[in-house]
């Protein structure tokens, strides 16, 4: 449950910080998850010289915890305090991440409402893969401010003005879609899983740019999947799909991601 003065931090600056959230053992459970996954992708399974960012779901069998995190009080207490008891949760991914991360925002929509929880796994400092973020660039003017004139900073994170997000294993961090952030430095294996919630949609806009966020995301995942894996599987697993256990909470889900158009198939690969 988030207090008074956490949701006022994330309305104003646009993220809030959960210190130690996730205990040591559900710490070593995500540990062993995501190092079951990615030790079935590209990087084990066909090395290259220099390593690249890999990503994958995690809703599927192999991966129960954290299949089932999205559907934790603690998660979706969250976007149901901020957006509603109609949220959608859309996904449980993992990726590993390679240096530095240029300035973006997750959306620039602004009739699309969500949020990331974002989860590392190592601990981070300015200098090594935290989190950099512009406070209050989730909001118009200063939003779009920011995009006329970051300029060539997009390709020098260390030029522009911005709060560190030091987390520690343990900590997680949950942020607007349209909030500006990057990160500097870091591992080339940078661990992070991600939880991404959205405002159910209730206006013909809001409706629109949210079939238009599901076609791109459809697109997108397809594309890290095969950049990712020899053999790319779905992005929703049909185990997770089929709500073996018959919880309320991920059937809306479900249904909704259907409606929108999230479970679409992805578009054939074209060859040039």
């Keep these: 449950m988030l207090t008074e003065q956490q949701v006022s931090h994330f309305n104003t600056y646009g993220f809030v910080i959960f210190r130690q959230l996730l205990n040591p053992d559900e710490l070593k459970t995500i540990n ?3 190092e079951l996954r990615l030790s079935s992708t590209k990087r084990y399974t066909s090395p290259d010289d220099e390593p690249a960012y890999m990503s994958w779901p995690n809703l599927g069998p192999e991966t129960p915890f954290l299949s089932g995190l ?7 207490g969250t976007a149901e305090q901020l957006y509603g008891e109609d949220a959608v949760g859309l996904s449980c991914n993992a990726g590993s991440f390679v240096n530095v991360t240029h300035w973006h925002p997750d959306a620039d929509d602004f009739q699309l409402h969500g949020f990331k929880f974002a989860i590392y796994l190592q601990p981070l400092r300015a200098d090594d893969g935290a989190l950099r973020f512009i406070p209050g660039s989730h909001r118009r003017p200063f939003h779009d401010e920011v995009h006329q004139n970051i300029g060539e900073a997009v390709g020098d994170v260390c030029a522009v003005p911005a709060y560190s997000c030091e987390t520690e294993p343990g900590d997680v961090v949950a942020f607007d879609f349209h909030l500006w952030h990057a990160s500097w430095g870091g591992s ?3 661990r992070m899983v991600s939880i991404i919630f959205v ?3 209730r206006t013909p806009e809001e409706e629109q740019a949210s079939r238009k966020a599901a076609a791109a995301n459809v697109q997108l995942r397809a594309n890290l999947a095969r950049n990712t894996f020899d ?3 779905p992005e929703y697993h049909p185990h997770w799909l089929e709500n ?3 919880n309320p909470k991920r059937q809306h889900w479900i249904d909704r991601m259907g409606e929108l158009g999230y479970l679409d198939a992805p578009p054939p690969e074209t060859t040039a």
Aim: net charge positive; charged share 40%.
């Design 199 to 201: 405002k159910n949609p």
């Design 188 to 190: 080339t294996d940078r």
């Design 70 to 76: 999205p559907e934790d009080p603690r998660i979706y």
């Design 244 to 246: 073996p256990r018959k």
């Design 32 to 34: 062993a998850e995501v």
């Design 231 to 233: 053999i790319p599987g």
